[in-house]
């Protein structure tokens, strides 16, 4: 596992959608378990969604429960997460890593990241 490149980020108002997609710069992410992360602010990273590498479950924080999806289509080497009824506080830098440890565990950010910023 390497790195990755988020992009999919923007400038949206509440209530809005994004969908953010994450892919390899090199390798494969079909045999990993994959997660979404973001850190606000201020505040420390945390975690946001997760799947196992074939997807058969998903994981979400509380916060994010029943607004955000993530998905994986290892076919095309892609994660995504789509985001709607976005929130002010769902405003943060989000990153996509491989899972190393703990899949509902905050994994450190090995990439740029993508911005969303949730204002009205």
């Known amino acids: 596992q390497g790195q990755y490149v988020e992009s999919g980020g923007g400038l949206v108002h509440p209530g809005e959608s994004l969908t953010l997609r994450c892919v390899p710069t090199s390798g494969t992410i079909a045999y990993s378990a994959m997660g979404w992360y973001r850190q606000s602010p201020g505040k420390e990273p945390e975690f946001v969604a997760s799947?196992?590498?074939?997807?058969?479950?998903?994981y979400y924080a509380d916060s994010v429960k029943g607004r955000f999806n993530i998905s994986r289509d290892n076919a095309e080497n892609r994660l995504t997460l789509q985001m709607n009824n976005l929130r002010p506080d769902d405003t943060a830098l989000y990153y996509c890593?491989?899972?190393?440890?703990?899949?509902?565990?905050?994994?450190?950010?090995r990439s740029q990241g993508t911005r969303v910023t949730v204002s009205s």
């Open positions: 799947l196992p590498w074939d997807g058969s479950s998903t």
């Open positions: 890593n491989d899972v190393r440890k703990g899949i509902t565990l905050v994994q450190p950010r």
